[in-house]
């Protein structure tokens, strides 16, 4: 069985909402044995990192500062063999939510030093919504990709015109329903890739 997590960014239960739940569907029409979950950080009082290394000092792959609604995400994370975030753009970059969920990770780098193989067989994959054709979605999947990068995860991108991923366009301020019939399409190849890749990851041999 392959876990799959999708963590949605945004602050509304809105696009980049309606495109996660697409993948993480196409996910468990791919062929492949998955269970799938959708976290919303909406809500959430996940406090920001403080970079003051505490979880490192204390040899602990959580943050040992904060008690809040960060710390029952971490084994969610933990446990996934794939992962997809999703982002509307907010000023060409990430919502504040997606980043402070992002930064808490600075716990992980013990977790990647004691176990080497433990990231490098997770998968990752990036949504983002702009509100213009053109509105900084590469920017924002950038940032995705590059939080799975800093953990040594394995990327899990497009290709075929999406190259880096799927970045949808849904025009105005998000309120209204998602009109972008070949970004929902891209969303679910991406659903049924991840599938796959995170089973292929998973039963790998890696010698280190």
Known sequence: ????????GSPRR?????????ALEAAKDSGEQVETELVELRGRKINPCIHC????????????????????LYDKFYEADGIII?????????????VTFMDRFRSAWLKGIKEPEFFMRKVGAGITVGGTRNGGQEMAMSAIQNFYLTQGMTLCTGGDGMYSGPMLWNPGDGSTDMDDPQGMAHVRR???KLAVMARIMKEAEFSL
Do not use: F, H
């Open 1 to 8: 069985m392959v876990k799959i997590l999708g963590i949605c």
């Open 190 to 192: 991406l659903g049924k």
């Open 53 to 72: 290394n505490k979880c490192l000092r204390d040899g602990a792959d959580v943050c040992t500062v904060y008690q809040d609604d960060m710390t029952s």
């Open 14 to 22: 809105k696009s980049a909402y309606t495109a996660l739940l697409a």
């Open 86 to 98: 999703a982002s509307p753009v907010y000023e060409m970059n990430l919502t504040a939510q997606t």
